[in-house]
């Protein structure tokens, strides 16, 4: 977790927390805890329940039952204009005829800050996000970057210990948001405020993230770290979900004493016992698997052979998709100095069991 400067951020508890819309679940039984100060980001397909959760906490919508505790203090029934959280949408929803800094000094002026204070905190807000020499400016007179960054300064200008922020980049071209990424992240450090981020952009949540919550279907299917979720899915559906990913359905077969595992047509080591799945789903990393031609000593334990589907020059290194022989097809990296093969080239592919996750097979429930 980053270092903060003082322990301002409120802790976030959501208990059991379900939100119905009729007989649909938009929100079916969400358990989290958010630490003070934790940057923590909400990631899943559109429709899982990121925004819902997010208005729950920001007192937009009530919730059909479950606990919710802000800073250790209830805040089920409490309107949302009591709950002092800031917030920022995708679109940045500045008021069009008031000057930059009047949006920014606006929630002071609501909550009755003198004005001397009130110029004192705009100024510092606007400089927090880089945008001191803009004040005089209207939102229509700046770029798209530059008005959500006045719609943070405007979100943090009265100090709340919590900032939620639902997709704010999500409008933005790819380089501005990979710059107003780090923005973000040096924000979060320099305030030490709790920060609640909704994407569905898993790049983007690695980048930010002390942990992540991956949502699905109203659910949360794992809680941790970007570490964590990578080396460590709970699900097929988070190991899908975060980074690229192999995915080859298996076949176990057990004689009595031991059981074998078939994948992509060939019998591999399993990377842990088989607890009577007769189908699991194996899950590889496009780093854990060495490519060679065939016959060539190849890293790993397991072997797998195939052909070159597609091969992608990265400037890094280069990308492979590897048809196997029952069809699947595996991912592969290679490092700039690997070998370099093109289309219909035959390959080995060589892995270590350990290196493998084996899952229950949840892709029916996509
Ligand atoms: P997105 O990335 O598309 O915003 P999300 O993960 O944030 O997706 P939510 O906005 O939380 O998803 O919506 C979850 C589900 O609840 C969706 O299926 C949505 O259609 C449904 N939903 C949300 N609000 C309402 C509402 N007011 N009435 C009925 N259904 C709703």
């Known amino acids: 977790m980053n270092p903060r400067p003082e322990n301002r951020g409120a802790a976030i508890d959501l208990d059991t927390v ?4 009729g007989a649909f ?53 409490v309107p949302a204009h009591k709950r ?25 002026t ?16 606007l400089d927090m996000v880089k945008m001191g020499d803009f004040a005089h400016r209207y939102p229509s007179e700046l770029s798209g970057g530059q008005q959500q960054r006045v719609a943070l300064a405007r979100a943090i200008v009265f100090d709340p210990p919590l900032l939620l922020m639902d997709e704010p980049l999500g409008a933005l071209d790819k380089k501005l948001r990979e710059w107003l990424q780090l923005e973000i992240k040096r924000i979060h450090r320099e305030l030490g405020t709790t920060f609640v981020y909704v994407t569905h952009d898993q790049e983007e949540a690695l980048v930010l993230s002390d942990r992540i919550a991956v949502f699905n279907r109203g659910r ?20 899908r979900f975060i980074g690229d990913s192999t995915v080859l359905r298996g076949e176990a077969k057990s004689d ?5 595992l078939t ?30 031609r065939p016959g060539q000593d190849a890293a790993g334990t397991n072997r797998l052979s195939g052909t070159i589907a597609e091969a992608i020059y990265l400037g890094s290194g280069s990308k492979y998709e590897v048809r196997l022989g029952d069809g ?32 229950p097979d949840d892709s029916t429930a996509d």
């Open 220 to 239: 949360i299917e794992q809680i941790g770290t970007g570490r964590q979720l990578y080396d460590e899915p709970a699900t097929l559906f988070v190991g």
């Open 263 to 292: 994948v992509a047509g060939e019998t591999v080591a399993a990377p842990r016992r088989l607890n009577g799945e007769a189908s699991p789903v194996m899950l590889l990393r496009p780093e854990k698997l060495a490519i060679r």
């Open 110 to 125: 609501l909550r009755g800050i003198a004005q001397d204070e009130r110029k004192k905190r705009v100024a510092k807000a």
């Open 84 to 108: 002092n959280i800031g917030v920022v949408f995708q679109h940045y929803a500045l008021f069009p005829h008031m000057t930059v800094g009047r949006n920014v000094a606006y929630p002071l």
């Open 328 to 359: 699947s097809t595996a991912i592969v990296r290679s490092p700039l100095a690997g070998e370099s093969f093109g289309l219909g080239d035959k390959v080995e592919l060589g892995f270590d069991g350990a290196d493998a996750k084996l899952l």
């Open 25 to 77: 679940k938009a929100l079916d039984g969400v358990s989290l805890r958010i630490e003070p100060g934790e940057f923590m980001t909400l990631l899943g397909p559109s429709g899982s329940g990121k925004t819902t959760t997010l208005n729950v906490i920001a007192g937009f919508t009530d919730v059909t039952s479950g606990k919710l505790s802000v800073g250790g203090k209830s805040v089920v029934g």
């Open 256 to 260: 009595g004493s031991s059981t074998a």
């Open 18 to 21: 379900s939100k119905a819309y």
